[in-house]
Protein backbone atom coordinates (compact mmCIF):
# COMPACT_ATOMS: atom_id res chain seq x y z
CA UNK A 1 0.00 0.00 0.00
CA UNK A 2 1.70 3.09 -1.42
CA UNK A 3 -0.52 6.10 -0.16
CA UNK A 4 0.01 9.00 -2.23
CA UNK A 5 2.76 9.17 -4.63
CA UNK A 6 4.80 11.89 -6.47
CA UNK A 7 7.01 11.97 -9.68
CA UNK A 8 9.61 13.57 -9.99
CA UNK A 9 11.34 14.54 -6.59
CA UNK A 10 13.50 16.94 -7.58
CA UNK A 11 13.20 18.81 -10.76
CA UNK A 12 15.41 22.03 -12.10
CA UNK A 13 14.03 24.12 -14.81
CA UNK A 14 14.85 26.97 -16.50
CA UNK A 15 11.94 29.89 -16.76
CA UNK A 16 9.55 29.58 -19.53
CA UNK A 17 10.15 25.64 -19.65
CA UNK A 18 7.36 23.49 -18.95
CA UNK A 19 6.91 20.48 -16.99
CA UNK A 20 4.19 18.43 -15.57
CA UNK A 21 4.31 16.90 -11.93
CA UNK A 22 2.83 13.53 -11.40
CA UNK A 23 0.53 12.58 -8.46
CA UNK A 24 -0.99 9.22 -7.82
CA UNK A 25 -3.06 7.57 -4.70
CA UNK A 26 -4.19 4.04 -3.98
CA UNK A 27 -6.66 4.50 -1.33
CA UNK A 28 -9.67 5.06 -3.53
CA UNK A 29 -10.19 8.79 -2.29
CA UNK A 30 -12.92 11.28 -4.41
CA UNK A 31 -10.67 14.27 -3.21
CA UNK A 32 -7.28 15.12 -4.38
CA UNK A 33 -5.31 18.63 -4.30
CA UNK A 34 -1.88 20.30 -4.85
CA UNK A 35 -0.38 22.72 -2.35
CA UNK A 36 2.77 24.19 -2.48
CA UNK A 37 4.87 24.76 0.67
CA UNK A 38 7.09 28.40 0.68
CA UNK A 39 9.31 28.94 3.63
CA UNK A 40 7.32 30.69 6.33
CA UNK A 41 4.10 30.55 4.27
CA UNK A 42 2.67 27.47 5.34
CA UNK A 43 1.15 25.20 2.59
CA UNK A 44 -1.38 26.92 0.10
CA UNK A 45 -3.37 25.59 -2.12
CA UNK A 46 -3.16 25.70 -5.56
CA UNK A 47 -6.11 23.19 -7.35
CA UNK A 48 -8.23 20.15 -6.02
CA UNK A 49 -10.96 18.00 -7.50
CA UNK A 50 -13.20 16.82 -5.89
CA UNK A 51 -14.08 13.94 -7.87
CA UNK A 52 -13.19 12.11 -10.48
CA UNK A 53 -14.05 14.86 -13.62
CA UNK A 54 -13.60 17.97 -11.99
CA UNK A 55 -11.57 20.27 -10.86
CA UNK A 56 -11.05 24.14 -8.93
CA UNK A 57 -9.12 26.68 -8.26
CA UNK A 58 -7.36 27.29 -4.79
CA UNK A 59 -5.94 30.05 -3.42
CA UNK A 60 -2.94 30.30 -5.78
CA UNK A 61 -3.72 29.07 -9.16
CA UNK A 62 -1.93 31.41 -11.49
CA UNK A 63 0.70 29.71 -13.41
CA UNK A 64 -0.62 26.27 -13.36
CA UNK A 65 -3.13 23.52 -14.85
CA UNK A 66 -4.68 20.45 -13.68
CA UNK A 67 -5.68 17.30 -14.84
CA UNK A 68 -8.03 14.73 -13.18
CA UNK A 69 -6.92 11.74 -15.39
CA UNK A 70 -8.97 9.63 -13.40
CA UNK A 71 -9.67 8.24 -9.64
CA UNK A 72 -6.10 7.64 -8.76
CA UNK A 73 -4.22 10.52 -10.83
CA UNK A 74 -4.58 14.08 -10.50
CA UNK A 75 -1.22 15.74 -12.15
CA UNK A 76 -0.21 19.84 -12.02
CA UNK A 77 1.31 21.23 -14.83
CA UNK A 78 3.34 24.21 -15.27
CA UNK A 79 3.11 25.41 -18.78
CA UNK A 80 5.84 28.73 -18.52
CA UNK A 81 7.81 28.29 -15.70
CA UNK A 82 8.86 31.54 -13.37
CA UNK A 83 11.52 32.01 -10.55
CA UNK A 84 8.38 32.62 -8.33
CA UNK A 85 7.23 28.98 -8.47
CA UNK A 86 10.36 27.82 -7.20
CA UNK A 87 8.85 25.91 -4.07
CA UNK A 88 7.89 22.38 -3.05
CA UNK A 89 4.83 20.57 -3.97
CA UNK A 90 2.67 18.72 -2.60
CA UNK A 91 0.01 15.93 -3.68
CA UNK A 92 -2.71 15.20 -1.12
CA UNK A 93 -5.72 13.11 -0.83
CA UNK A 94 -9.08 12.89 1.69
CA UNK A 95 -10.36 10.02 2.82
CA UNK A 96 -14.02 9.82 4.15
CA UNK A 97 -13.60 10.84 7.39
CA UNK A 98 -11.54 13.94 6.46
CA UNK A 99 -7.92 12.98 7.03
CA UNK A 100 -5.56 14.31 3.82
CA UNK A 101 -2.81 11.85 3.12
CA UNK A 102 -0.21 13.53 1.84
CA UNK A 103 2.51 12.64 -0.91
CA UNK A 104 6.59 13.18 -0.08
CA UNK A 105 6.62 16.29 -2.21
CA UNK A 106 8.68 17.48 -5.35
CA UNK A 107 11.29 20.30 -4.91
CA UNK A 108 11.35 22.11 -7.94
CA UNK A 109 13.82 24.93 -8.43
CA UNK A 110 13.00 27.40 -11.44
CA UNK A 111 16.62 29.05 -12.66
CA UNK B 1 -14.22 30.19 5.58
CA UNK B 2 -11.75 28.89 8.00
CA UNK B 3 -8.62 30.31 8.56
CA UNK B 4 -5.95 29.30 11.48
CA UNK B 5 -2.94 30.96 12.81
CA UNK B 6 -0.01 29.40 15.00
CA UNK B 7 1.82 31.16 18.02
CA UNK B 8 5.28 31.79 17.30
CA UNK B 9 7.41 30.66 14.53
CA UNK B 10 10.25 28.72 16.53
CA UNK B 11 9.25 26.68 20.13
CA UNK B 12 12.78 25.36 22.00
CA UNK B 13 12.50 23.16 24.64
CA UNK B 14 14.54 20.92 26.53
CA UNK B 15 14.50 17.30 26.70
CA UNK B 16 11.95 15.74 29.01
CA UNK B 17 10.16 19.01 29.08
CA UNK B 18 6.78 19.98 28.49
CA UNK B 19 5.79 20.85 24.55
CA UNK B 20 3.21 23.25 23.70
CA UNK B 21 2.13 24.37 20.29
CA UNK B 22 -0.37 26.92 19.73
CA UNK B 23 -2.48 27.37 17.13
CA UNK B 24 -5.66 29.69 17.03
CA UNK B 25 -8.92 29.24 14.75
CA UNK B 26 -11.75 31.36 12.86
CA UNK B 27 -14.56 29.76 11.95
CA UNK B 28 -18.29 30.54 11.15
CA UNK B 29 -19.13 27.24 10.87
CA UNK B 30 -17.75 23.95 13.20
CA UNK B 31 -14.13 23.47 12.44
CA UNK B 32 -12.71 20.16 11.60
CA UNK B 33 -8.87 20.62 12.94
CA UNK B 34 -5.40 19.11 12.30
CA UNK B 35 -1.93 18.81 13.94
CA UNK B 36 0.46 17.87 10.92
CA UNK B 37 4.35 16.76 11.64
CA UNK B 38 7.05 17.33 8.80
CA UNK B 39 10.54 16.27 9.49
CA UNK B 40 13.05 17.62 7.35
CA UNK B 41 12.83 16.74 3.61
CA UNK B 42 9.98 14.84 4.04
CA UNK B 43 6.30 15.16 3.52
CA UNK B 44 3.29 15.64 6.13
CA UNK B 45 2.31 12.92 8.91
CA UNK B 46 -1.07 13.10 10.60
CA UNK B 47 -0.48 13.70 14.15
CA UNK B 48 -3.80 13.92 15.29
CA UNK B 49 -7.16 15.75 14.48
CA UNK B 50 -10.62 16.98 15.63
CA UNK B 51 -13.83 16.55 14.06
CA UNK B 52 -16.90 15.89 16.66
CA UNK B 53 -17.04 14.69 19.73
CA UNK B 54 -14.47 14.16 22.45
CA UNK B 55 -12.54 17.56 22.84
CA UNK B 56 -9.16 16.04 23.87
CA UNK B 57 -7.51 14.44 21.27
CA UNK B 58 -5.13 11.90 21.51
CA UNK B 59 -2.64 11.34 18.76
CA UNK B 60 0.49 9.24 17.67
CA UNK B 61 4.12 9.76 19.62
CA UNK B 62 2.34 10.92 22.72
CA UNK B 63 0.68 13.98 21.51
CA UNK B 64 -2.26 15.21 22.59
CA UNK B 65 -4.58 18.43 21.32
CA UNK B 66 -7.58 20.23 23.49
CA UNK B 67 -10.73 21.81 21.40
CA UNK B 68 -11.54 25.41 22.89
CA UNK B 69 -14.28 26.67 21.56
CA UNK B 70 -14.40 29.41 24.49
CA UNK B 71 -10.54 30.43 23.13
CA UNK B 72 -10.60 28.90 19.59
CA UNK B 73 -7.97 26.85 20.21
CA UNK B 74 -6.37 24.06 19.15
CA UNK B 75 -3.20 23.75 21.32
CA UNK B 76 -0.49 20.52 20.93
CA UNK B 77 0.99 19.59 23.85
CA UNK B 78 3.36 16.60 25.09
CA UNK B 79 4.29 16.03 28.51
CA UNK B 80 8.21 14.85 28.26
CA UNK B 81 9.74 16.28 24.94
CA UNK B 82 11.97 13.61 23.19
CA UNK B 83 14.64 14.47 20.78
CA UNK B 84 13.09 12.61 17.76
CA UNK B 85 10.09 15.54 18.68
CA UNK B 86 12.27 18.48 16.60
CA UNK B 87 10.75 19.09 13.83
CA UNK B 88 8.33 21.15 11.91
CA UNK B 89 4.81 21.47 13.09
CA UNK B 90 1.73 22.97 11.32
CA UNK B 91 -1.69 23.36 12.18
CA UNK B 92 -4.51 23.03 9.73
CA UNK B 93 -8.21 23.72 9.46
CA UNK B 94 -11.33 22.95 7.30
CA UNK B 95 -14.76 23.36 7.49
CA UNK B 96 -18.06 23.45 5.82
CA UNK B 97 -16.98 27.07 3.89
CA UNK B 98 -13.86 25.57 2.45
CA UNK B 99 -13.27 24.77 -1.31
CA UNK B 100 -13.67 21.10 -1.20
CA UNK B 101 -12.75 20.66 2.53
CA UNK B 102 -9.22 21.99 1.34
CA UNK B 103 -6.80 22.71 4.44
CA UNK B 104 -6.00 25.93 5.27
CA UNK B 105 -2.52 25.67 7.29
CA UNK B 106 -0.94 27.60 9.77
CA UNK B 107 1.92 28.74 9.09
CA UNK B 108 4.33 26.34 11.33
CA UNK B 109 5.98 26.11 14.07
CA UNK B 110 9.59 24.43 14.25
CA UNK B 111 10.10 23.01 17.18
CA UNK B 112 14.02 22.00 18.63
CA UNK B 113 14.77 20.09 21.24
CA UNK B 114 17.86 20.37 23.29
CA UNK B 115 19.83 17.99 25.18
Known amino acids: NAGVTQTPKFQVLKTGQSMTLQCAQDMNHNSMYWYRQDPGMGLRLIYY???????DKGEVPNGYNVSRLNKREFSLRLESAAPSQTSVYFC??????????FGPGTRLTVL | AQSVTQLGSHVSVSEGALVLLRCNYSSSVPPYLFWYVQYPNQGLQLLLKYTTGATLVKGINGFEAEFKKSETSFHLTKPSAHMSDAAEYFCAGTSAGNSGYALNFGKGTSLLVTP
Open chain 1, 49 to 55: SASEGTT
Open chain 1, 92 to 101: ASKSITDTQY
